[in-house]
């Protein structure tokens, strides 16, 4: 299991085109991802629950990534953090 | 004859029959059955057809309005696909026997709700996208709950209480003039969608849209947020003419775009924006300004229902410095109060609101407010050419206490070792008389001077701009307003100052000469009168051998 925390960037926080991103960026890993925020957690997968989160700017999410193929996928999904939000 | 006022959320001008458009929610029938894996495979393939339908939709879209703008059709992609959406209307057929079209309008209701009570402005606002793909999905499994697409044979004006962002990208924009609301604020994406697509809209009306009724005549004023509905003869003749010679200018006044307003003496005339939200700055770009002359800052305040944090407006006044590069950026603060009232103040009622508390008054008087809108700015002076100008001043006391604030909102955030510019210019508005009559009192407080001739007017006149009845004594170039205007400029060129205008008579070409003559340094109007403005001054400049 790996973890890493990303705090948010984007002004409008998770809204739908970085939610949408991101899910699509989980949906293509073959790992279980996880997002937390502010002691709620979702399947990263799962477009309405992470907009459900209605994680804003500056809140703390925290990934976990659990699968085969774990240190690769969180390190892309970091590195798709650091870019898009 | 009757005008209704809503949010005017795309700019521009139309006429002519509303076509009233009810949507597709319509009452969806509810019936028992039996065969629930036969109810999961219509279900299944509604799903297939309605992303198929959205693709076809996503690709039209990127080619009219660009990726950006056209991302929500992947992310309605995705929701309709979405596990949990499914599920949950999985479990309604399995658990309540209900046909798909009914789970699938049930489900969306539950999350549509769901959304609603979100924090944010923004979340709330995606309530209608998730109508919308309920809607498609109805639509896909019983082609009878409609197509979903708003047909209109011939130019109308569509009125809607709202409408979803497909319903929007599926106008045909030759046959849409332009878009009412009943509900909607300007961050609703169809309002962002008409505002890419050029066609003028005016959203959040209210209970006044019950006015609104099919086959109306109206003039829809996208730029003032105002509807006229059964326009008499007068208002018709009005927006005819608005129309015409807009359409003409718009032709000519290309060859103006990137022209400097340069006087026979050698001065510059910069001619800038107003502008009263941040996306505006790409308008701005668009019409050739030189800056932004007024950032109407309280248009942050207004459309919503609480107060915006200091990082929400350092956000928007930071993205407006950085569209605008090194052109100049004059933000006022706040001007509330007057015919601008935010509803979640609940400031109360006052039998002389134009006199009362509003601007300034109240900068000074709830500093948490003012405090936070000076950080922000301070904050976002590292992105651009900043200046800050402060509303209504009648004294020079008013200036020196916004003056210290600005220096200790300064001081707060050096030791907090955020950066930000150290040269902040910071003028005030000239329109009150008595900022007039001090104004060589004033030009030695501040950096410049911008005059409001909309309130100029009406405190030199004694005439409420917003009545009617004495429409002929509000004149803006009445000699007793155009002498204010000498006064001030005066002290400010002694003084060293730049002296600009920034209310409506800025783009009054009969006074084009006047501003010259007087050395005005600055006009600034609305974006799309940026080049008109130039053109007239070029060629009052030609003219007059006198400047």
């Keep these: 299991m790996q973890k890493f925390n990303y705090s948010i960037k984007e002004p409008e926080g998770l809204h739908a085109r970085p939610a949408g991103l991101l899910v699509k960026c ?43 193929k774990e240190s690769t996928e969180c390190a892309k999904l970091k590195a798709f953090c650091e870019e898009n939000l | 004859m009757e005008r209704i006022h809503g949010t005017g959320a795309s700019d521009g001008i139309a006429m002519g029959r509303v076509v009233l458009w009810h949507g597709c929610q319509a009452n969806i029938e509810k019936y028992t059955i039996k065969d629930v894996p036969k109810e999961f ?10 992303v198929d339908v959205l693709n076809e939709i996503y690709l039209k879209s990127l080619k ?40 699938v309008w049930e489900t969306g209701q539950e999350f549509a709700a769901r959304f609603a009570k ?14 919308d793909i309920s809607d498609r999905l109805v639509k896909c499994l019983n082609p009878e709950y409609g197509s979903g697409k708003v047909v209109v044979n011939e130019p109308s004006i569509l009125a809607a209480d709202d409408l979803t962002p497909s319903e929007t990208m599926q106008l045909d924009k030759s046959k849409i003039i332009a878009i009412v609301m009943r509900k909607g604020f300007r961050t609703s994406h169809s309002a962002i969608l008409s505002r890419t697509m050029g066609i003028p809209s005016v959203v959040g009306l209210g209970d006044d849209f019950d006015g609104v009724k099919d086959g109306m005549a109206a003039v829809v004023d996208g730029t003032a947020g105002e509807v006229i509905l059964e326009p008499d003869e007068a208002e018709q003749g009005k927006c005819q003419q608005a129309l015409e010679a807009s359409r003409r200018k718009q ?27 941040p996306e505006d700055a790409e308008t701005a770009l668009k019409n050739g300004a030189d800056g932004i002359g007024l950032f109407r800052s309280e248009f942050l305040y207004m459309g919503r229902d609480s107060l915006p944090t200091e990082d929400e407006q350092f956000e928007a006044y930071k993205s407006v410095l950085e569209k605008m590069g090194n052109k100049p950026v004059i933000v006022r603060t706040f001007d509330i109060g007057a015919d601008k009232q935010i509803p979640y103040l609940h400031l109360p009622k006052e039998a002389n609101p134009a006199l009362g508390y509003r601007a300034i008054r109240i900068c000074l008087d709830r500093k948490d407010l003012f405090r936070a809108q000076l950080r922000a700015l301070v904050r976002a002076s590292a992105f651009g050419n900043l200046k800050i100008m402060f509303p209504m ?17 300064k001081s707060e955030l050096e030791s907090e070792k955020i950066s930000f510019a150290h040269d902040i210019k910071v003028g005030i508005m000239i329109e009150t008389p008595s900022s007039v009559v001090l104004s060589d009192e004033l030009a030695k407080e501040c950096d410049f001077f911008s005059i409001g ?8 006149l004694a005439a409420d701009r917003l009545n009617d009845k004495i429409a002929k004594i509000y004149d803006q170039s009445n000699p007793a307003v155009l002498k204010m205007i000498e006064l001030t400029a005066k002290n400010a060129h002694k003084a060293g100052i730049s002296v600009g205008i920034c209310g409506e008579s800025a783009a009054d070409p009969k006074l084009a000469e006047f501003y ?12 799309p009168s940026v080049l008109g403005l130039k053109k007239t001054l070029k060629q009052a400049c030609e003219k007059s051998a006198a400047v």
């Design chain 2, 118 to 131: 979100m924090d944010s402005e923004y979340m709330r606002g995606r309530k209608t996208d998730i109508i």
């Design chain 2, 64 to 103: 009219r309005v660009g990726k950006k703008d056209s991302m929500i059709f992947q992310i309605h992609m995705m929701m309709i696909q979405d596990e949990d959406y499914s599920q949950a209307i999985r479990n309604r057929i399995k658990e309540n026997k209900v046909n798909a079209e009914y789970a």
């Design chain 2, 251 to 277: 032709q000519e006044l290309k060859s103006f775009l990137g022209a400097q307003i340069k006087t026979k003496s050698g001065r510059i005339v910069a001619v800038n924006a107003n502008i009263g939200h």
């Design chain 2, 393 to 409: 001043i009648i004294s020079v006391e008013e200036v020196r206490e916004a003056k210290q604030m600005l220096q200790e909102t």
């Design chain 2, 453 to 460: 001739t909309n309130d100029l007017t009406q405190y030199t």
């Design chain 1, 26 to 68: 989980a949906q293509s890993c073959s790992s279980n991802v996880k997002v937390e925020v502010k002691g709620q957690t979702a399947d990263a997968k799962r477009l309405f629950a992470v907009m459900g989160l209605g994680a804003a700017q500056n809140d703390q999410l925290t990934f976990t990534v659990e699968g085969s």
């Design chain 2, 516 to 527: 010259l003559k007087t050395g005005i340094d600055e006009l600034s109007v609305a974006p």
């Design chain 2, 41 to 50: 495979e219509r279900l299944q393939k509604a799903q297939d057809d309605a």
